[in-house]
């Protein structure tokens, strides 16, 4: 087995600038707020006591939100929601601190000292983030990985492995076919071997797959299941205890509950709103003359999709391309000769999708949430990829989890592409919240400013 010896060394320098933060933002503000008790040596080892408290406050509370439990995969999106959601839980807990104890040092004008807060924490926490992403890009901080039985998931994971360097994954290739224990045991050894990736899908009988994962206890071999894409039983299900015995219940998801279906319908309405009182009221004129001045046609191009348990609807967007028979049949290709010049700088920069606003308006879609797709490519994958359906568990977006991470167009290979866009939906339809609806809005504004490469 791979020996660790640094993680958690890791973890407690990211804890200790953590508190350096936070311990010197509050002692800024104290001062600067208290010039008569700068030197008032009594007051300063009573907020000793304060600043203690506050560490405890901060660690207790990192044991619900998870934000030092960082796996690898770990997206910038996942992490600035659980690092978000311990921010507002933190002022919060700082504020009915300082109501009840009448204490100076928690009412030194809380709402800039949040502000700074909430900016040096994200700041300091972000630089961490991306540094460590670009040291393990660089070949440090690294996991021996290997994988065993070969399967559709299996080369997804290990496309995922080799495309994104920066999550430390060092893959050794088990090239026999026949599994023999001492062999097996002598390869972790040689490679120091950390995870082993094992398929569900494998063509070893039950008494070679109980050896494997013997062996790997004895090792020390940490297993992970790469569970089948086509198959159902992993997305279905939740795993819950009844005392010690454990059950498999169906699964519920966020939005099955009326709380948090009320929550986003009520954000999406007003979004909407905002959105095209103050900006399509302006740019829907201009954009319509460019499209009318330069080619033949509608302004605006209706197309059907699946929504919502996969009713059909007609989603709307700027005209992008010339008129054409192929429309609703043909995906966009690289340099497709049907787009225009306007609309290749509408689709770079997503503006043809404004008009899907109004689509929220009318209930058909949501802001954020897996995009539709045409009628055609929905109708030959759905077959062919198991759970592809459950992405119509939730009002599809104008923008979603699959675009901001990267995940749009059809470029490589199509199959695996499709079939990790399918996986990012399913996750969000699983793990949805209000905060990585804004995490996606905010990553969907940046990408548009900067203009999305991926775009055809």
Not at 56 to 61: D, G, I, P
Not at 190 to 210: P, R, V, Y
Not at 438 to 451: A, P
Request: glycine residues 4%.
């Amino acid at each position: 087995m791979q020996r660790i010896r640094y993680s958690r060394y890791l973890k407690s320098i990211i804890i200790l600038l953590d508190l350096m933060v936070i311990a010197s933002i509050f002692i800024f503000f104290f001062i600067s707020r208290n010039e008569s008790l700068k030197f008032h040596k009594e007051t300063w080892y009573q907020n000793v006591f304060s600043l203690i408290l506050l560490f405890l406050f901060w660690m207790l509370l990192s044991g619900r939100t998870k934000i030092y439990n960082i796996p690898r995969n770990l997206t910038y999106t996942l992490f600035l929601e659980r690092l978000l959601i311990h921010f507002l839980f933190f002022i919060l807990g700082v504020l009915l601190i300082g109501k009840v104890s009448k204490n100076v040092f928690f009412n030194s004008d809380i709402y800039w000292l949040s502000l700074y807060l909430l900016v040096f924490i994200f700041l300091a926490k972000s630089i961490i983030f991306f540094a460590i992403k670009y040291l393990r890009s660089l070949g440090a901080n690294y996991r021996n990985v290997m994988f065993l039985g070969d399967s559709g998931s299996t080369e997804i994971l290990k496309n995922i492995f080799e495309d994104r360097k920066d999550y430390g994954y060092r893959i050794f290739e088990y090239e026999k076919a026949e599994i023999k224990a001492y062999e097996l045991v002598e390869f972790w050894k040689k490679n120091g071997i950390h995870t082993l990736f094992l398929s569900t899908e494998n063509s070893f009988s039950e008494d070679t797959e109980a050896q494997i994962f013997k062996m790997a206890e004895e090792n020390k071999v940490h297993i992970s299941l790469i569970p089948s894409i086509t198959q159902s039983d992993f997305f279905l299900y939740d795993l819950g205890y009844i005392q010690t015995q454990p059950v498999l219940n169906q699964a519920r998801y966020p939005l099955d509950y009326y709380a948090n279906f009320l929550m986003k319908r009520a954000f999406d309405i007003i979004f909407s709103l905002v959105i095209l009182i103050f900006i399509c009221s302006w740019v829907f004129p201009i954009i319509a003359l460019l499209i009318k001045t330069t080619s033949k046609g509608p302004v605006f191009f209706l197309q059907k999709r699946y929504g919502f348990h996969e009713e059909v609807f007609n989603c709307i967007k700027f005209r992008t391309m010339v008129i054409n028979d192929e429309s609703t049949t043909k995906t966009t290709q690289v340099n497709d000769s049907r787009i225009t010049r306007v609309g290749k700088f509408l689709r770079k920069t997503s503006l043809d999708e404004l008009p899907q606003f109004i689509n929220v308006l009318k209930g058909e879609m949501s802001v954020v949430g897996p995009r539709p797709h045409m009628l055609a490519v929905d109708n030959y994958y759905k077959p062919k990829i198991g759970r592809y359906s459950l992405r119509s568990m939730v009002s599809p977006g104008i923008t979603g989890l699959s675009q901001v991470s990267g995940l749009r167009g059809d470029f490589g290979d199509i199959e695996v592409e499709m079939k990790k866009r399918i996986l990012a939906d399913a996750f969000y339809v699983r793990n949805w919240s209000f905060v990585l609806d804004l995490v996606i809005i905010l990553k969907t504004v940046l990408l548009v400013i900067g203009g999305d490469k991926n775009a055809k």
